[in-house]
Structure formats: structure tokens, C-alpha cells
């Protein structure tokens, strides 16, 4: 699913209406009833609706949804916020559509504003996709107020304030709701960790913008959804063997780290890879022999570290970091190990540790090579970023400038590609937010790129199942509950 800007979208909104040829007025009502449907299933029409309106488009949606609820027996009371002598004209029409069902009230000044019982559930129509500048004056003061209260608020496609394709601006007044519900697509926005008390849960609604001019559209954004995954992923034919599916080799663990290597040797093999070596110290020998039975070992000839390659020519993937480490012997084995492979890795942990204190080896990585660093590890590699937009420019730049991946771990997970686009991901939970998750993470890629997935295929679709397994298992465990070891067994890859 592509992410647009806000120029794109008012030019879909154009081409929809120009391609069925029906009035803006009619796709309003349109995007209104796909709003009222997510709503009805999520609030019953005994809870009464507080709606406070701008006097744009976004506010005329809102009085679409007013008068829409009010039909569907929702008590309803309107409140337009008057921060304007120039009102658009599809408010206007919704205004008069509306007065049959539901006496509008003016909110003129701060004192205008309504007393509200904690049973009401707000809805936030006053300023849509199109902002142009901060919310100030009259409208400030609405917009906290509102967010002085407790009551579950709802954005109808994007928090009033917040502008869609940044970071919230400071100067500003943006609205803290419980939901957003967003039309058509997700906004860039959304992916921004700063930005989370600006959207809650967000949710996008169908509103059937034209799937051909959407299609057209050029954009370096992007969101994995089940439709990409579905195409990307490859199906078992009848008579494979396990030499079909490729011989995946993860070089993991040190003295007092080897679960590491544990939580990404099983994660792989329930990756589907059909053959695992995994290649540890010694002092790991007997864990993994006992822990991960289905894999092979390799067994450095140093204790409590790894010190040397192994012969490599046998492995379709290579998966390197986890637990490795940073004693100067290591350092050693990882440039060894570089010059020897051509073909892309994953690296991750102690390996992206190490690369960061010493920067020729980024020269050295093969290219379509999968990163996997969380935001500090990134921050060690390209330098430290002021937010989390500014990281993900010094991502896309880092990405083409080395001609790798980068999987920059979060709650939206940003999948750069070589070329500089970047694949957010929509599956996962807090409760992720644990040790040995990342662990997982390089097992189930590296299990991916052994059986002959492309990189920027293996990476878009690890990434997603890697955050499913997270919400199937908090499904039992809960968040506060989730290990990774519960990633492992809730990990399902189509």
C-alpha cells in the first residue's frame, strides 16, 4: 500500500470524481458512511456523541457523521468552531443537510466551549490532511480543551494539528485522540514515534479513492500489508526436500550470551530453512546440542568467543551478530568472513557494534545485505539523529549509499531498500519491546534468504511475520507477558 502526501490525495479526491463523475459532495458522504461504519462497531449508539467541527472539508465530513449517526439513533450534539469568514463550500452543504437532524451550536470564543459528562465520546473534525500551518488562536484553545478531557476521542482521518507527511510542530495545539481513523491510505506521519500520542490506534477505511490513479501515483513510501505478503511469499511445492529449501549458517553467541544464539537458531528453523549450521564458541557445545536439537554446530576453537570462519562454500545464507560480542578476535573473524562472501548477509547486534567502531568494514559488506539495527545501533553507524524522521533520512542515505537494507527496528518497523524506499510495517506490539526479540528477528531472515527469497523480498516479509508472531502470542501471554522464546513458537511464515 502506497503512502501518499497531501498534494497526491487532493488530487485523487480530483481524479475519483472526474473518473465517476460525482460531486465532492457525494465522495464526502462517502468517506463519511466508511467513518460512521468503523464507528457503529466500535461504540453502541447509547453512548452520546459530542462532534466538533472546523469549517473546512474535514468539518464537513464531521457534520456528514453527524447527521449520519443522528439517523442511526446516536444522540448527537454539534459543535462548530468559528476560526474562519471563508467556510468551504461542502461545509456549508453539509451544514444545511445537517439542521434537520441536529441543531448545530457556534463555539465564537474559549467561553463557548461545552460542558461534557465522561459517557460522551468526542469526535475531532476540525482541521483535515490539509493543514497548512499550526493550529493557533480559537482553535488552539478548542483543541486543548479537548484534550483536557478524559473522554475517548476519535480523529476522523488525521488528529486537527497534525501535519500529515512530518513531525508535529511545537508551536502548535494537536489533538491526543484515542483512534484516528484514516481514509485510504495511512499518513507518513503515523510512522513517527514522536507522533504516537497524536494518533492512538489508527485504522484506515476504504473510502474508494481510483485504484488506477492511486497506482500511478510516484511515492518512496510504502505499507507491507497481507496483499504484499500474499504475493511475495513462495508456496511448498509437493516433492521438495530439505535440500530445497537451502542451508542456512548463523555465526551467534559468546560466554554468557549463547541464548542468543539459541532464540535465532530456533527462530530459523521455523523460518522453514531446510538445513541449519550454527558456528559458537565452545562453551556454547552443549547448549545448543540440547537446546536446538534440529541444528547442526560448529564449534570455534576458542572457548568463550569466536575467533575464526568456518569453511563458508556450503551455506546459500549467512546470518551473523547475535550474542557474537566484541573482543578484538571477533573483530578479526567478521573481515575474514566478508572477504570471503559475496552473497548478501544479515547482520545484526555485536556485528552492527563493531562495524560502528570500525567504519572501513561497511565498505566490505556484500551488497543487498540485511541490517537489522534498533534505533541506538543505527545511531552508532550513521551518526546520531535529532528524531525519528531525521533517522530515517540518515537511513534512506545510508541504505543507497552502501547498497543495503536496512530493517530500522520500531513499532513501525521501516524496511529501506537500496533505493532509497522505505516499507513500514503494521504487525507487532509493545510487548515486543523485550530482550532476544531481535535475536528472532536475524534467525527468521536468515532462514528467508536461505531459501532463496531476494533480500528486499526476505526482509519485507520477516519483518511482517516476525510482528505477527508478537500478536498471536500476547494474544495468550499478554504484553507485559511476551517472551521472545514465545515469538518463536507463535512464528507462522505462509
Request: charged share 15%; aromatic share 8%.
Amino acid at each position: 500500500m502506497k503512502i501518499l502526501n497531501s498534494t497526491q490525495i487532493r488530487q485523487a479526491d480530483a481524479a475519483t470524481i472526474a473518473h465517476e463523475q460525482i460531486s465532492s459532495l457525494q465522495l464526502m458522504e462517502r468517506a463519511s458512511a466508511a467513518f460512521v461504519h468503523w464507528f457503529c462497531n466500535q461504540f453502541v449508539n447509547t453512548r452520546p456523541v459530542a462532534i466538533f467541527c472546523g469549517q473546512g472539508n474535514n468539518g464537513g465530513d464531521g457534520l456528514a457523521i453527524a447527521r449520519q449517526l443522528s439517523q442511526l439513533s446516536y444522540s448527537v450534539r454539534v459543535f462548530m468552531v468559528q476560526h474562519t469568514s471563508n467556510p468551504s463550500s461542502d461545509y456549508l452543504l453539509n451544514l444545511d443537510r445537517l439542521r434537520p437532524h441536529v441543531t448545530p451550536e457556534a463555539i465564537h470564543q474559549e467561553a463557548d466551549f461545552p460542558e461534557l459528562s465522561e459517557n460522551y465520546v468526542l469526535i475531532d473534525a476540525l482541521l483535515g490532511s490539509g493543514l497548512s500551518r499550526p493550529a493557533t488562536d480559537l482553535m488552539g484553545k478548542v483543541i486543548d480543551a479537548i484534550n483536557l478531557l478524559s473522554n475517548k476521542t476519535v480523529s476522523v482521518d488525521i488528529a486537527s494539528g497534525l501535519f500529515m507527511d512530518q513531525l508535529h510542530d511545537a508551536s502548535g495545539h494537536i489533538i491526543e485522540p484515542d483512534f484516528t481513523v484514516s481514509f485510504q491510505i495511512p499518513k507518513l506521519a503515523f510512522m513517527f514515534s514522536e507522533n504516537s500520542v497524536y494518533t492512538g490506534q489508527w485504522q484506515v477505511v476504504d473510502i474508494g479513492l481510483n485504484n488506477r490513479f492511486m497506482e500511478s501515483c510516484p511515492s518512496s513510501y510504502y505499507l507491507t500489508d497481507h496483499e504484499v505478503i500474499t504475493s511475495i511469499s513462495k508456496p511448498r511445492a509437493r516433492f521438495s526436500h530439505k535440500g530445497t529449501f537451502g542451508h542456512a549458517l548463523l555465526v551467534a553467541g559468546s560466554y554468557g550470551k549463547m541464548g542468543a544464539a539459541v532464540l535465532a537458531s530456533r527462530a530459523c528453523l521455523r523460518s522453514g530453512v531446510g538445513l541449519l549450521t550454527v558456528h559458537i564458541p565452545r562453551c556454547g557445545y552443549d547448549i545448543m546440542q540440547i537446546s536446538t536439537p534440529e541444528a547442526m554446530t560448529s564449534t570455534d576453537f576458542r572457548r568463550q568467543f569466536i575467533s575464526q570462519v568456518p569453511d563458508i562454500a556450503p551455506y546459500s545464507a549467512i546470518g551473523i551478530g547475535p550474542g557474537l560480542g566484541q573482543d578484538p578476535a571477533t573483530l578479526k573473524m567478521i573481515e575474514e568472513i566478508f572477504s570471503k562472501e559475496s552473497k548478501p548477509f544479515v547482520i545484526d547486534a555485536d556485528a552492527l557494534n563493531l562495524m560502528a567502531q570500525n567504519r572501513y568494514l561497511l565498505d566490505r559488506i556484500p551488497e543487498n545485505s540485511i541490517l537489522t539495527p534498533h534505533p541506538k545501533e543505527f545511531d552508532r553507524l550513521a551518526g546520531p539523529a535529532r528524531n525519528s524522521q531525521h533517522r530515517l533520512k540518515l537511513a534512506i542515505q545510508f541504505a543507497k549509499e552502501y547498497q543495503l537494507i536496512i530493517c530500522l527496528k520500531g513499532a513501525h518497523t521501516a524496511v529501506v531498500f537500496s533505493d532509497g524506499s522505505v516499507h513500514f510495517n503494521n504487525t507487532g506490539n509493545a510487548g515486543m519491546a523485550t530482550g532476544g526479540t531481535g535475536d528472532v528477528l536475524t534467525g527468521i531472515l536468515t532462514g528467508l534468504l536461505a531459501q532463496g527469497y531476494p533480500a528486499p523480498d526476505a526482509a519485507r516479509l520477516g519483518v511482517y511475520c516476525h510482528g505477527m508472531a508478537g500478536d498471536k502470542g500476547s494474544l495468550s501471554k499478554g504484553q507485559a507477558g511476551l517472551i521472545a522464546s514465545d515469538l518463536i513458537e507463535n512464528l507462522r511464515v505462509p
